[in-house]
Every structure is written in C-alpha cells, then in structure tokens.
C-alpha cells in the first residue's frame, strides 16, 4: 500500500515541471525500457523504488522524472504499457523518449 500512496504523490510534484510527453511502448518493450533507464547516462537516473512496483516505476534526474506502467498490459488488457515524462525542457525529454525507443 506504501508504493501505492508514494507511487501517487510522484505525479504531484512530476506535474508542476513545464514539458510533459507520453508515448507508448510494445507490449514487449517494457522490460528493456526499464532495463535501459537503470543503466542510463553514467547513472543520470535513478529509480524511485518506494514509489515503483511489480509493473510501475519512477526514474528521477536532473530535471526530469520518468514513469512507466505496464499494469494494464500484464493483466490482458489491451493497453500497452505507457511512458510519461516531465522535464523542465523539450531537449532533455527528447533525450530521454530517444533513450527509450532506441
């Protein structure tokens, strides 16, 4: 229930940055875009494990914090998993958009 209550507070301070994106993954491209945050930039980004869960997680970094949920899509439901991101400029989302989809 903790990562429930963390997970929601997240989008609270994720909605006071300036830019925002979404976009959304394959259904099978949620583990490798997890994968490529953990190991992201020399470690630019951090994983928000309090916050994150079996399918959710937050990554946090220098003006920018990064969630992807694929709940949806683990329980057969025809959404794919789904990307947001906050930042405080387009340049640096867009870094990270390019990170994720390679």
């Known amino acids: 229930m903790d990562a429930l209550i963390e997970c929601d507070s997240m989008f609270d301070v994720a909605g006071r940055l300036p830019v925002e994106d979404r976009f959304y993954l394959d259904r099978s491209g949620m583990a490798q875009a997890v ?41 057969g439901a025809v959404m794919s998993p789904v990307v947001q991101l906050w930042g405080e400029s387009t340049p640096r989302l867009e870094s990270c958009r390019q990170l994720l989809t390679g």
């Open 35 to 75: 994968s490529r945050l953990s190991g992201a930039a020399g470690g630019e980004l951090h994983p928000v494990s309090v916050a994150s869960g079996a399918h959710c997680h937050w990554f946090v970094g220098p003006s920018v914090l990064v969630f992807i949920c694929g709940t949806w899509s683990e329980l």
